[in-house]
């Protein structure tokens, strides 16, 4: 036996079946490639021969009583090598991808719109991507101007009297607003969300004016 470059096939397996229930033989070609089965009875064998690398070959020989049968020349061909390549993201990979967009959601372009999702099938949040969500909301410049805002309006209402007036009253104000904010956040839209294995978006549903809304998702992390 030869290979397609012309060189010998050592150590390839021969095998020789045939109709009765005797079992298979078995032989590996040797260093000129040949190999030999003796003391059979006549009839129709099948011969397979396999080896690493190389396409299997079978072929059908009919012995008759007292004959020695040559094979001609046997060339392996070499194996059509078929590769498949799979490439998929994990979960977190996704869901990753996912709050990435989420970050870059705003309604009229200026209000944060970050904790509601628009995919039906969305991954389920990790605590580090809840806490991820609830950081960028809680240092986003619209944050401190809402902050800012609830801040004058305390002032101007004189709540929180014991603050007193002027910048000192209202730097004392805005930190107790912006305080509040951080900890609601972070309490409602990552801690707590990450104990109890929720999910804090919201989930666009809907594709009908009539039928559209929003809904609480429990997803497992």
Known sequence: MIIQTGAIAVGAQVRLTHGDPSPAQEVLSGDNGQFSFSNLPPGTFQLTITAAGFETQAFSVALRPGEAYILPEIMLNVATAVTEV???????????????????????GFIPNFFVSYV??????????KFELAWRSVIDPFTFVGVGFVAGIDQAADQFGAYGQGAEGYAKRFGAAYGNV??????????????FKQDPRYFY????????????????P
């Open 182 to 195: 951080v900890a609601s956040t972070f309490i409602g839209s990552a801690i707590l969300p990450s104990l």
């Open 120 to 129: 039906p099938d969305a991954a389920p949040l990790t605590p580090k991507l």
């Open 205 to 220: 549903k809907g594709t009908v004016a009539l039928d559209r809304g929003f809904c609480m998702r429990s997803a497992m």
């Open 86 to 108: 799979r490439v998929a993201l994990t979960q977190v990979e996704v869901a990753t991808e996912e709050v990435k967009e989420q970050e870059q959601q705003r309604v009229l």
